[in-house]
């Protein structure tokens, strides 16, 4: 059971994560990632557990698959483009160009938290690579689709590389 806490007066970004374990969760988290830095107050049952962050060649394998699988259909992008829609063109373009490369991108870069998507995205990605991600995201009109989707295409085919060589 999890339950998010504010306190009356203070900062209104201050929010407090409750978060109660039953023994049954089948739940571990992951040593090392500072993501993952659960403050406990008490644990008197240990159920608590911590795995080591080492990734799992079939999951990995299978994860690879299906990002290459709705990045293969971005030509749905291109078929709306034709004809003239931009919240079509948009809608597909987020869906079949940006979620996979962000999750590709967080593969290579930060794989623990690879299904995290824009969250700490910041933090996690590359100077370079962040700024260039920004730009991806920022379309306004159907003239900027195509080169925006050459530009996250070899993006996606580098870090594809980059990630098989591993």
Known sequence: MAQGLHIKGSSEYLYIDVDIQRHSRDFSFIEG???????????????????????????????????????????????YLRRGLFLEAWASYH???????????????????ADYWLVHASDHLPPTVRTEVEGLFQVSSLAEFPEKMERADKLFRETLAEIERE
């Open 33 to 79: 990632d500072p993501d993952e830095r659960p403050r406990v107050i008490f644990d008197k049952a240990q159920v608590l557990r911590f795995k080591p962050a080492e990734a799992n060649a079939k999951e990995l394998a299978e994860r690879l698959h299906r990002i290459k699988s709705f990045f293969a259909q971005r030509t749905r992008v291109t078929k």
């Open 95 to 113: 869906r079949c160009v940006l979620q996979p490369l962000v999750e590709l991108l967080r593969l290579r870069y930060r794989p623990s938290s």
